[in-house]
């Protein structure tokens, strides 16, 4: 089983940044691809970004593309989401998850999640 923890949220205005982490234990870490969701007030989770295990091959919704940066430290068995140009819709709370790549979808594990609030 692996074990993931999030943080790096925050409260900021339109158009700041924010870098978000996720520390995994537990399993071998460089095995998987990583990937970043994230779920607002009301809405179904939803896929922003992923990484594949090496992180050669990047994956990311529309919504944030050219926005949002993420990338992993193998070493570290750390990933991370570079936010810029955040708006009042990034609102939500952000989670990391394992990915499938073919599908971009998680496997299953998933942490407690980051809150992001970005304000006008």
């Known amino acids: 089983q692996v074990q993931l923890v999030e943080s790096g949220g925050g409260s900021v205005q339109a158009g700041g940044s924010l870098r978000l982490s996720c520390a995994a234990s537990?399993?071998?870490?460089?095995?998987?691809?990583m990937g970043w969701f994230r779920q607002a007030p009301g809405k179904e989770r939803e896929f922003v970004a992923a990484?594949?295990?090496?992180?050669?091959?990047?994956h990311y919704a529309d919504s944030v593309k050219g926005r949002f940066t993420i990338s992993r430290d193998n070493a570290k068995n750390t990933v991370y989401l570079q936010m810029n140009t955040l708006k009042p819709e990034d609102t939500a709370v952000y989670y990391c998850?394992?990915?499938?790549?073919?599908?971009?979808?998680?496997?299953?594990?998933w942490g407690q999640g980051t809150q992001v609030t970005v304000s006008e």
């Open positions: 537990g399993r071998a870490f460089t095995n998987y691809a």
């Open positions: 990484v594949s295990w090496s992180g050669e091959d990047t």
């Open positions: 998850t394992l990915v499938v790549w073919a599908t971009m979808t998680s496997v299953g594990s």
